[in-house]
T-cell receptor, first 115, second 112 residues
């Protein structure tokens, strides 16, 4: 039974297109995240939502827009795709809160290739 | 700001060899430290953690000790297996809302 799932697993598209990646978790967590992993495996947080509210918003181009319809889902929409957006995007979830770290559970990733 | 520095990979070892992957950190306050592992084609999984100085985290034969005096959290395993081939990420959390800082990852390849 998949805990954190993402669709699609692979996404190949042309520059300038708009695309979305979906994420769902069935762990009952209240916080979800999007990370970007580049070709050198460097992993950087992009966004975090707690109970549908944006908590972390790193320096990400505003072409990237997360949407959380409920606390089990966090989707990532990307407008006007650029070559530099090619990467693996990971969704993760955890319980929220400040002061104590709660283990983050990661999805399998979506490999985005922009041609 | 916080940062995590890991040794560059890839690290290639023969089966049953001893593994060390170095990790040092810079952080305000007293961070919690972690090792995550990413197997090929999968997302990251928490491997072990330590929340205060001198704590030793361990799991699946891997160990790491939180050394405050050297700001280090090196990962070790006495005898690696082919199934340990993966990318290993050192990470820290130093408060705030669940924001984790990851190192750049170290790829380990174990050959039979």
């Amino acid at each position: 039974d998949t805990a954190v799932s993402q669709t699609p697993k692979y996404l190949v598209t042309q520059m300038g297109n708009d695309k979305s990646i979906k994420c769902e978790q069935n762990l009952g967590h209240d916080t979800m995240y999007w990370y970007k992993q580049d070709s050198k495996k460097f992993l950087k947080i992009m966004f975090s939502y707690n109970n549908k509210e944006l908590i972390i918003n790193e320096t990400v181009p505003n072409r990237f827009s997360p949407k959380s319809p409920d606390k089990a889902h966090l989707n990532l929409h990307i407008n006007s795709l650029e070559l530099g957006d090619s990467a693996v995007y990971f969704c993760a979830s955890s319980q929220g809160g400040s002061g104590i770290y709660n283990e983050q559970f990661f999805g399998p990733g979506t490999r985005l290739t922009v041609l | 700001g916080n940062s995590v520095t890991q040794m560059e990979g890839p690290v290639t070892l023969s089966e049953e060899a001893f593994l060390t992957i170095n990790c040092t950190y810079t952080a305000t306050g007293y961070p919690s430290l972690f090792w995550y592992v990413q197997y090929p084609g999968e997302g990251l999984q928490l491997l072990l953690k330590a929340t205060k100085a001198d704590d030793k985290g361990s799991n699946k034969g891997f160990e790491a000790t939180y050394r405050k005096e050297t700001t280090s959290f090196h990962l070790e395993k006495g005898s690696v297996q082919v199934s340990d081939s993966a990318v290993y990420f050192c990470a820290l959390y130093s408060g705030g809302y669940q924001k984790v800082t990851f190192g750049t990852g170290t790829k380990l390849q174990v050959i039979p």
